[in-house]
C-alpha cells in the first residue's frame, strides 16, 4: 500500500493545521488497517504522535491532537491545534495490516508516507 501525506506547512503558534494520509494501491480493505502518525524534529529521532485502530478507537500522546480516519475516502487525518513551536517536525503517518489495536512503536508499522513539514512560528 502506498501512504501520500498532505496538509503540512508554516503556521503561526496557536494556529491549526489537519494533515491528512491517503491510502493507495492495496486490495485490502483500508478499513482494516491499523494507522498512526509520527513525527521527526529537527536533530531529534522520530517519536510515535497518534494511532488508531480498524474500529476507530485511538490514542494521542498530545491532548491537542487528534486522530481520525474516512473509510470512505482511505484516509486518516490528524488535526492539531494549538500548535507550538516545539511542534515543528516533518510529520509521516503509518500503517499495519494488523489492525485489531493501535500501535505506538515504529517497528510495528509495515507502511510509511513520505512526510510533510509543518512549521511552527513563535
Known amino acids: 500500500v502506498q501512504l501520500q501525506a498532505s496538509g503540512g506547512g508554516l503556521v503561526q503558534a496557536g494556529g491549526s493545521l489537519r494533515l491528512s494520509c491517503v491510502a493507495s494501491?492495496?486490495?485490502?480493505?483500508?478499513?482494516?488497517?491499523?494507522l498512526g502518525w509520527f513525527r521527526q524534529a529537527p536533530g531529534k529521532e522520530r517519536e510515535f504522535v497518534a494511532g488508531?485502530?480498524?474500529?476507530g478507537g485511538g490514542v494521542t500522546v498530545k491532548g491537542r491532537f487528534t486522530i481520525s480516519k474516512d473509510n470512505a475516502k482511505n484516509t486518516v487525518y490528524l488535526q492539531m491545534n494549538n500548535l507550538k513551536p516545539e511542534d515543528t517536525a516533518v510529520y509521516y503517518c503509518?500503517?499495519?495490516?494488523?489492525?485489531?489495536?493501535?500501535?505506538?512503536?515504529?517497528?510495528?508499522?509495515?507502511?510509511w508516507g513520505q512526510g510533510t513539514l509543518v512549521t511552527v512560528s513563535s
Open positions: 488508531i485502530n480498524w474500529s
Open positions: 503509518a500503517a499495519t495490516d494488523s489492525g485489531s489495536r493501535y500501535y505506538t512503536k515504529q517497528t510495528e508499522y509495515d507502511y
Open positions: 494501491g492495496s486490495g485490502r480493505t483500508f478499513s482494516r488497517y491499523a
